[in-house]
């Protein structure tokens, strides 16, 4: 599926973050997306995973919400 068939809409906002996710997605670094619930980060970050160089590898969504402040570091630094 092409990133322009998972992000749907025409408006500059969404062009913008396709614009955004085709820059990150050939760079070697992890990403953090942010914002309120029900605005697509889960389908921005399939998205990111799919142009990527690791799109072969598994995606694995993370609630950050649910996760205690105290153990967020180390929940996402276990590889």
């Not at 605005?39 to 993370?62: C, I, Q, W, Y």
Request: proline letters at 8%; a positive charge; charged letters at 20%.
């Amino acid at each position: 599926m092409l990133l322009r068939d998972r992000l749907i809409g025409k408006s500059s906002a969404i062009a913008r973050v396709r614009e955004t996710i085709a820059r990150v997605a050939p760079l070697p670094t992890s990403v953090l997306l942010t914002g309120q619930s029900g605005t697509g980060k889960e389908v921005a970050a399939r998205s990111l995973h799919a142009v990527s160089d690791r799109a072969a590898k598994p995606f694995v969504p993370v609630n950050c919400g649910a996760i205690p402040p105290d153990m967020i570091e180390s929940e996402l630094s276990a590889t």
